[in-house]
């Protein structure tokens, strides 16, 4: 069956560092990632989309891979800051809109 | 900011009661998600619809959870009769297309005693 996993241990870096999120998927042939911070009691937020056929994505201080061979994508925030902690979500779609989510991974970011 | 608005944002309610939830799109998206969250499950996708068709709802259980979009503004997502196990927080979202983030509103938690 389809399967997505993220860490589901927390991760914690100290501030400044980068921090490097795992999204690995198994009997899944994705063709868009999408990746997601949600914070405690609000709704997920979209932060950025990467298509199959791409490699890397860059967005500000973030950067996501994307790497179908390894079924796996990264997820790097840099120069991390405090308000970066949150829990971070992947989601996969195979071309349609239907999109299903990893569980999460909890970032925490010590000042 | 345009945002998903979610009615009402907690409901208690007892084993056996009627539950709708109500969401309001962005004007504009014309593809409208219901997802639950629970710790155990995660994020899971209930149903979906595309200019107010309904496209996919096959993780959603028939005999008790029905959605619906009577009109561009307006998706609701009911219950009925309620279990325990449906407790969870309810998110709805919007979009216009696949290779577009969607919007996420600010869930309704439900918890049936």
């Known amino acids: 069956s389809q399967k997505i996993e993220q860490n589901s241990e927390a991760l914690n870096i100290q501030e400044g560092k980068t921090a490097t999120l795992t999204c690995n998927y198994t009997?899944?042939?994705?063709?868009?990632l999408q990746w997601y911070r949600q914070d405690p009691g609000r709704g997920p937020v979209f932060l950025l989309l990467i298509r199959e056929n791409e490699k890397e994505k860059r967005k500000e201080r973030l950067k996501v891979t994307f790497d179908t061979t390894l079924k796996q994508s990264l997820f790097h925030i840099t120069a991390s800051q405090p308000a970066d902690s949150a829990t971070y979500l992947c989601a996969l779609s195979s071309g349609t809109y239907k999109y299903i989510f990893g569980t999460g991974t909890r970032l925490k970011v010590l000042a | 900011d345009a945002r998903v608005t979610q009615t009402p944002r907690h409901k208690v309610t007892e084993m056996g009661q009627e539950v709708t939830m109500r969401c309001q799109p962005i004007l504009g998206h014309n593809t409208v998600f219901w997802y639950r969250q629970t710790m155990m499950q995660g994020l899971e996708l209930l149903a979906y619809?595309?200019?107010?068709?309904?496209?996919?709802d096959s993780g959603m259980p028939k005999d008790r959870f029905s959605a619906e979009m009577p009109d561009a503004t307006l998706a609701t997502l009911k219950i009925q009769p309620s279990e325990p196990r449906d407790s969870a927080v309810y998110f709805c979202?919007?979009?216009?297309?696949?290779?577009?983030?969607?919007?996420f509103g600010s869930g309704t938690r439900l918890t049936v005693v």
């Open positions: 619809f595309r200019n107010r068709a309904p496209l996919d």
């Open positions: 009997n899944y042939s994705p063709a868009y």
């Open positions: 979202a919007s979009g216009l297309a696949r290779e577009d983030g969607y919007t």
